[in-house]
């Protein structure tokens, strides 16, 4: 139903696991205990060509779509990395592919494939609204050749290890558009020029190795041709990357679930208590298939959602639902791994507990399982809205 050459996508998977391997639990487990970014990783990964994979071949990419975006996201999480460290730059290109200038792709793209510049911020979410994105605060003011940004972003990471970041602030009053949708625009915002000179960045600290800030803007001022696509049109734009974003996240939680259920296995198979390995135990073994089944359908609908992507078919439906069965799956996966491993799984020496909080994270962001729900209630069953 879902064509694919089957060749391409193994020979993707054999390249990313044989960078992989250079990066072992143990570096990843460093990397987490001393809350540093993957730079080396990052830094592989990007002179290999994966992190261009979706950039057009004329721009210097390989002119891959989001299906053989999504294997790459997964080989990382499957061989015990944490794709969250790289994945902002896959999603965020669909803003400036999709809507950008020829003048904005001949610019940033073919330095972006070379990995001159990085694109993995995108700043979206604010305190006071969470994902109800149209009641953004975040002000852009148009003063001649230039916009003056005002205003505050939260849970926005990888600032300090990008160049560039896809803004999305409310160019025409909420009070003043026929549709609240309406009034917002995009911009790309180069770091360097913002922070210290209007921008102010403020780390979170939180539970998993993701670098994510709180962000304020005090008339901050960028080029006017710094806007992307149409204004007052970006939350039409930004949603076509969500739906990317959400294929590629399900991907990394099926990367997640492959991880635990194979950690899961083997322990099962080597463990041996009251003269028998634990796996012989319907207890143990049952628990592990179950989250086995629950991966592979997850998988289904991510071929399904990435097809529908890349053929120009709205995928909202599809990317929706891919991301809450992988995040379901690869959390009841992780559930299983640690539970199999009992009271090993939390030493950090197995790495099921760094794996355990990673893949955590995906019930909650980048959108919850509660608003894909409300989504699947509203546009498909035609239900009431229920917020």
Not at 217 to 227: C, G, N
Not at 348 to 354: L, M, P, Q
Request: hydrophobic residues 40%; charged residues 25%.
């Amino acid at each position: 139903m879902f064509s694919h050459d089957q060749e391409s996508i193994e020979a993707i998977r054999d390249g990313v696991r044989g960078l992989c391997a250079n990066f072992d639990d143990a570096y990843w487990r460093t990397v987490d205990e001393k809350k540093e970014f993957p730079e080396e990783f990052v830094s592989a990964l990007t002179e290999a060509g994966w992190l261009a994979a979706m950039i057009p071949e004329e721009y210097g990419g390989s002119g891959l779509g989001l299906t053989e975006a999504s294997i790459i996201l997964e080989e990382v999480n499957r061989c015990g990395g944490n794709s969250g460290t790289v994945h902002g730059q896959m999603y965020n290109m669909f803003t400036l592919l999709r809507h950008g200038s020829e003048e904005q792709k001949k610019k940033y793209l073919p330095k972006i494939a070379a990995g001159e510049l990085r694109l993995q911020s995108m700043a979206v979410t604010e305190p006071t609204t969470g994902t109800d994105t149209t009641k953004i605060k975040t002000t852009a003011v148009r003063q001649g050749d230039k916009y003056v940004i005002n205003g505050q972003k939260v849970w926005i990471s990888r600032i300090q290890h990008s160049d560039l970041m896809i803004l999305l602030a409310r160019t025409t009053p909420i009070e003043q558009v026929t549709r609240k949708s309406l009034g917002m625009s995009i911009f790309l915002v180069d770091l360097h020029q913002a922070i210290g000179n209007g921008m102010t960045v403020q780390p979170i600290p939180n539970m998993v190795n993701h670098e994510t800030n709180e962000l304020f803007f005090d008339d901050l001022e960028i080029p006017a041709d710094s806007l992307i696509g149409e204004e007052g049109m970006g939350f039409r734009y930004i949603l076509d990357g969500l739906n990317a974003e959400r294929a590629l996240i399900a991907a990394e939680c099926i990367g997640d679930g492959r991880w635990f259920i194979e950690k899961a296995s083997r322990y099962a198979r080597d463990r041996e208590v009251f003269g028998r390995p634990i796996g012989k135990n319907q207890g143990v073994q049952f628990p592990i298939a179950q989250a086995h089944i629950d991966v592979e359908a997850a998988d289904l609908m991510r071929w399904r959602a990435c097809y529908e992507y890349d053929h120009g078919q709205n995928a909202g439906a599809s990317a929706n639902m891919a991301k809450y069965l992988a995040a379901e799956a690869s959390w009841k996966a992780a559930n299983v791994c640690l539970q199999t491993h009992g009271g090993f799984g939390f030493a950090s020496e197995y790495d099921v507990e760094r794996k355990f909080r990673e893949t955590r994270l995906y019930q909650v962001a980048p959108i919850s399982t509660n608003l894909i729900l409300s989504y699947v209630a509203e546009h498909l069953l035609e239900l009431p809205r229920s917020f």
